[in-house]
T-cell receptor
């Protein structure tokens, strides 16, 4: 099935470091969503992006909607132990239906 | 405001048994979705309902049926469970057609094991 290319697959970082991850697609999206999932829980929406070039922040998280509309980036500044989890991107294609395509996730581990 | 709720949280079935997973949302959303999540993979869409009264197949619909009972509730049924359906199932909702904002909100998941 159709999925987004999300990288990196996993990251091990030291507390206090910045983190960057991205998603790319061959399709143009009109919305990008970024989620965090913790063990045993459902994905929680972090940031939603609606316009090409848009840059949106949510605390220490910043996400950008790529100008080609085929990619998006998520940055986490000054990571802390509670940032641990799996981060998913999702792209929304409007084609008369309301489907979302999900990335395979970036597993983040923060070493104290 | 509970958001999206799912029942049960855990379930173990034997091959061939049937069951229904329940989902409800209290955000007055038009669209609802069922996904499955398998280890190392992203979320794959099983079925979705763009609005009350409509349902459509997603990426992996085989072995499943759905019912959009009303605007709030969207159920997923496994008629004859198979080990390949062992997975974590998530329900989600969004405002839906004609809306400017397409944020999708997820429930806590149902962890299903088929023996």
């Amino acid at each position: 099935g159709q999925q987004l290319n999300q990288s990196p697959q996993s990251m091990f970082i030291q507390e206090g470091e910045d983190v960057s991850m991205n998603c790319t697609s061959s399709s143009i999206f009109n919305t990008w969503l970024w989620y965090k999932q913790e063990p045993g829980e459902g994905p929680v929406l972090l940031i939603a992006l609606y316009k090409a070039g848009e840059l949106t922040s949510n605390g220490r998280l910043t996400a950008q909607f790529g100008i080609t509309r085929k990619d998006s980036f998520l940055n986490i500044s000054a990571s802390i132990p509670s940032d641990v989890g799996i981060y998913f991107c999702a792209g929304h294609i409007f084609s008369g239906t309301y489907k979302y395509i999900f990335g395979t996730g970036t597993r983040l581990k923060v070493l104290a | 405001n509970a958001g999206v709720t799912q029942t049960p949280k855990f379930q173990v079935l034997k091959t061939g048994q049937s069951m229904t997973l329940q989902c409800a949302q209290d955000m007055n959303h038009n669209s609802m979705y069922w996904y499955r999540q398998d280890p190392g993979m992203g979320l794959r869409l099983i079925y979705y309902s763009a609005s009350e009264g409509t349902t459509d197949k997603g990426e992996v619909p085989n072995g499943y049926n759905v019912s959009r009972l009303n605007k709030r509730e969207f159920s997923l049924r496994l008629e004859s469970a198979a080990p390949s359906q062992t997975s974590v199932y998530f329900c989600a909702s969004s405002e839906g057609p004609g809306r400017s904002y397409n944020e999708q909100f997820f429930g806590p998941g149902t962890r299903l094991t088929v023996l």
